[in-house]
């Protein structure tokens, strides 16, 4: 949840400048967001992190240092994202990826469980869906 409060105040300000969010007010029944959030987390999250937290950092980790492995592993991630949301490549979104991909692969290594990544990752894309 640090790495979540690091990333707000930057996300927010650069996806605002950049015209890439515009805040609604989507507010469901408590059920039904608690139900969204485990939703992205075991079907959107769980699985990314899994790969570019579990497998990806961690394997460059061993072989080009921590700070590299996260740059590069944070690039692939928001790389991956070039599509979304856009029939063509989508500049702002994979900016946002990047740089979103960079705290997740902080909180992924703080304690080297997906579980933390993990945990961010699905709670900014709920944050997002709620009200961006």
């Given at each position: 949840m640090?790495?979540?409060l690091f990333f707000t105040p930057l996300v927010l300000t650069l996806g605002l400048a950049l015209g890439f969010i515009h805040p609604h007010a989507n507010f469901p029944q408590v059920g039904m967001a608690v139900l969204r959030w485990?939703?992205?987390f075991f079907f959107t999250a769980l699985?990314?992190?899994l790969f570019f937290r579990g497998w990806v950092q961690n394997l460059l980790e061993r072989r080009v240092g921590r700070w590299t492995a996260l740059v590069i592993?944070?690039?692939l991630f928001g790389l991956s994202h070039f599509n979304k949301r856009s029939a063509h490549f989508n500049w702002r979104y994979v900016l946002l990826a990047t740089i979103?991909?960079?705290f997740y692969g902080r909180a992924w290594r703080e304690?080297?469980?997906v579980l933390a990544s993990t945990i961010t990752h699905a709670s900014v894309d709920w944050i997002w869906g709620l009200w961006f």
């Open positions: 640090r790495e979540l485990v939703g992205i699985p990314e992190e592993a944070s690039v979103a991909g960079i304690r080297r469980r």
